[in-house]
């Protein structure tokens, strides 16, 4: 089922899960805007979200970009009467010099001059009122709310002063604010003029903890921002304004030009451009590609939608989306030369301020297919390209021995820069499928294990290769297809001699429950298929692979993989930004993405560069895809946010496997669904703080068993005895019918009980439990009356292994 289409509305957004023992009060981003910017150059950015008051330092992913806290703002509230009156004052002071500043043989019409058109014109007209003292002293001591399109007002152009009304004063922004985006931080972020292209991580740091991560983009063409109104809507030219004050959507724009913009409810964004006959445009969007998953929103991201107008207002090219991808993308070849306008809107008319968006309208090198889409590892090969304005039909793949599978390719010439196009590297020997294999007869032999590189070419074609097959054998045949762009939805089928189908798939999903587990973690429709099966007889099988909407082309490229099991896993730990005291505890969630069913136990041990840290619980068990543990941070560090490292260790057939664990964030997408969207690194700040948990160590040996229907004692040894009077616990998401009771200070420290449920409790239950501990006290009385009781938390004790047994 594609989750693109699902039908589930959603009610708030939420870009990752917040960490038990951290503050509720989590800092979230909700969006950037812009969403990226110009090498060279220094931008200003305003970053949405909650929570993100005490913001005091950028961190951006990458080398070549940096960025400091300009300032916080409160969420705006809707704007008073007076407000109103004195931001109308201001603007028409700044609105009277720009209009000062014009050549005296040209005058402007005067204000009596009719405004036309629905709403407050943005054309600039000259003040000529004068309020009454009286009013005018009032209005003076009205201060200017604190938003930052009210920055700087005296260095704005006219037409920046009509977007800046517009927006204030539109009718929209009377609406209901939303609390996950209605904070904002202004940054200021400078791009060095050769700082690699493309997107990196961006993370606040407040008073209360470390931001998700959101992507800038550093890109390399002129940029400009929408100025607002710039919809269909056409306000008639005014003779008397000289050409340096006409409002620039009235002047087409040079290309080529990235477009940067927002677009509210019911809005339409439009740009004029001027374009000559023969040039081959490239209009490419990025709205999803900025911000992955919204959580109340259906399907579940801004889903934009380009449309390209000739100078007579026809509609000439349109796209909602590229291929599977929802971010459009516009191929135009200019016909005549001549002003064009390109039309981004959303697809049912939604928007709000995280609906972001970013246009590259140019003649870049585009890459639209790519043969062969990987190679064997060490093994030299060219892949052909086919697309627009490609300077080059063919490029190297890199196939250095590595740890990542799929890699990226792009490749520029002077100032033009391509696409960024994904391969896989695999150990496995490789062949190229050999066309006429369409039928059982012509079937291709195929020498096991072997990955096949291969198209198919046309709707209704069908690729079928056959191999000598082992009565108890088991097989693998997967499809790499969707995950390295193409457009392929693969079916895959095993069928024996006679015809007879031994197994078959079509979208292969990994998931829990409603947790999608694949490696990209951004693949909402799993296209691509795989299947496992055991042969129930010696002799010939075969592989048939076919596309199930009976569609096909050059572009349909795909990697089949025909091997016996290779056992392995991936690793995520989530979420990718933390917090945490010195000597403090935080908890952590690994996932396993097991591999051709490997289901060994995985153990979890600090990287080099994470030196100090210490991990409790660090085991994913035999036969399970999850493990929440601990992470103890060093008593001391130099309160600077650092790199986490982690890595992930199993031994199969006899050999000690060992693999990174990928940071990543757990994602919600439309409601319900939600996904492990993996992040560049896992970032860790170290923080002082005054009081916090006390040293902590169970004196049980791991894990706890708990017999079912009873209960089991666990001490904890601590030398802060005082503070432990004041101490209560609680069991964070703990399985059903587990409970946790009768906290006593002991000699030692501290003590509970661990209770299972004999019809509740699940007697297979062997993981950690998180336990979070508060602090629970009553203040000396005021004034003869009593205090109320308070409570905050300390933080979380170190993972406890737990075991589940039947009496």
């Given amino acids: 089922m594609s989750l693109r289409h699902s039908p589930i509305v959603a009610a708030l957004i939420l870009c990752a899960t917040a960490a038990w023992g951290q503050s509720t009060r989590e800092p979230h981003i909700g969006y950037l805007y812009p969403g990226g910017g110009q090498q060279g150059k220094t931008v200003q950015i305003i970053v949405g979200g909650q929570y993100l008051g005490g913001a005091r330092l950028v961190d951006v992913s990458g080398e070549g970009v940096s960025a400091t806290i300009v300032k916080y703002l409160r969420p705006p509230r809707n704007l008073q009467s007076d407000q109103r009156k004195a931001i109308n004052k201001r603007l028409e002071e700044v609105r009277d010099k720009r209009l000062e500043e014009l050549p005296k043989r040209r005058q402007p019409r005067s204000r009596s001059s009719k405004r036309k058109g629905r709403g407050r014109s943005t054309r600039p007209q000259p003040s000529k009122k004068k309020e009454p003292a009286k009013e005018k002293e009032k209005e003076e001591e009205v201060e200017l709310p604190k938003h930052p399109l009210l920055r700087d007002l005296d260095s704005k152009s006219l037409r920046e002063l009509g977007h800046v009304e517009n927006i204030l004063f539109f009718p929209r922004n009377k609406l209901q604010s ?45 940029e400009i921002r929408e100025l607002e109104p710039n919809d269909r809507q056409a306000y008639p030219p005014l003779p008397d304004l000289p050409d340096e004050v006409i409002a620039p959507k009235d002047k087409p724009l040079t290309l080529p030009i990235l477009l940067n913009g927002q677009i509210m409810p019911g809005d339409i964004d439009r740009f004029r451009f001027r374009a000559r006959k023969g040039q081959q445009l490239v209009m490419e ?20 939608t380009l449309a390209l107008y000739d100078a007579k207002g026809n509609e000439v090219a349109f796209a909602d989306d590229y291929r599977f991808n929802p971010d459009p993308v516009l191929f135009y070849r200019i016909p005549a030369d001549g002003e064009y306008e390109l039309e981004i809107r959303d697809s049912i008319y939604r928007g709000r301020d995280d609906f972001v968006y970013r246009i590259a309208v140019s003649e870049r090198p585009f890459i639209t297919q790519m043969f062969p889409l990987g190679a064997q590892e060490g093994q030299t090969r060219t892949a052909q390209i086919s697309g627009w304005n490609l300077t080059e039909t063919q490029v190297s793949l890199d196939t250095k021995p590595g740890e990542t599978r799929i890699r990226h390719l792009a490749y520029h010439k002077a100032n033009r820069f391509s696409n960024s196009v994904p391969y896989a590297v695999d150990t496995l020997p490789e062949s190229d499928e050999v066309e006429g294999n369409d039928a059982r007869k012509h079937s291709q032999l195929i020498r096991l294990p072997r990955i096949i590189n291969g198209r198919i070419d046309k709707g209704g074609d069908a690729d079928v290769f056959h191999f000598q097959g082992r009565v108890n054998e088991t097989i693998v045949a ?15 089928r095993l069928t024996d001699a006679s015809g007879k189908v031994i197994a078959w798939n079509d979208d292969h999903i990994l998931k829990e429950s409603h947790l999608h587990k694949d490696r990209l ?65 935080i908890p952590l969630d690994v996932h396993a993405l097991r591999k051709d069913g490997f289901d ?28 929440r543990m601990t992470l103890k941070a060093p008593f001391k560090g130099n309160g600077k946010t650092r790199t986490l490292e982690l890595e992930g260790h199993a031994v199969i057939d006899g050999k000690t496997v060992r693999h990174r664990v990928r940071p990543a964030d757990d994602v919600m997408q439309a409601f319900l669904y939600r996904h492990l969207v993996p992040a560049e690194e896992s970032r ?5 703080t005054r009081s916090g948990m006390p040293p902590i160590e169970f004196a049980a040996k791991a894990p706890v068993r ?14 802060k005895r005082p503070l432990l009077e004041e101490m209560r616990l609680v069991l964070k998401e703990p399985p059903a019918g587990l409970t946790l009771h009768d906290v006593s200070v002991v000699p030692k420290g501290l003590a509970f009980s661990l209770k299972a449920d004999k019809d509740a ?28 009781l308070r409570r905050y938390s300390l933080g979380v004790f170190p993972a406890l292994p737990v075991k589940i047994v039947a009496q």
């Avoid at 990025?286 to 992955?292: G, V």
């Avoid at 860790?684 to 002082?688: D, E, P, T």
Wanted: hydrophobic share 40%.
């Fill in 178 to 222: 939303n609390r996950q985006l209605a904070e904002m931080v202004l940054i200021e972020v400078t791009i060095d003029e050769d700082a690699p292209l493309g997107g990196r991580e961006l993370r606040l740091k407040t008073s209360t903890g470390v931001t998700n991560p959101v992507v800038f983009q550093v890109g390399h063409l002129p």
């Fill in 285 to 304: 969007a990025h709205a999803r590609s900025l911000i992955p998953y919204l959580a109340d929103a259906v399907p579940g991201w801004f889903q934009a």
């Fill in 478 to 492: 997967e499809v790499m297809a969707r995950r390295l762009n193409s457009p392929l939805d693969s079916l895959v």
């Fill in 521 to 585: 973690g951004l693949v909402t429709h799993h296209a691509d298929s795989y299947l496992m099966a055991k042969l129930p007889r010696t002799g010939i099988y075969y592989v048939h692979l076919t596309d199930i909407q009976n569609q096909g082309g050059q572009a349909y490229a795909y990697r089949l993989r025909l091997s016996h099991p290779q056992p392995d896993f991936a690793l995520r730990v989530t979420p990718s930004g933390l917090y945490v005291p010195f000597n403090g505890t």
């Fill in 600 to 627: 060994g136990a995985i153990d979890i041990t600090p990287g080099k560069v994470s030196k100090g840290f210490a991990l409790a619980g660090a085991r994913i068990a035999a036969g399970s895809d999850h493990v």
């Fill in 684 to 688: 860790i700040y170290v923080r002082r």
């Fill in 706 to 719: 708990v017999p079912a229907g009873g209960a089991a004692r666990v001490l904890v040894g601590t030398p």
């Fill in 761 to 788: 409790a699940p007697t297979a239950f062997a993981k950690n439990l998180i336990i979070e501990a508060f602090r629970e006290y009553r203040p000396k009385p005021k004034n003869g009356k009593p205090s109320s």
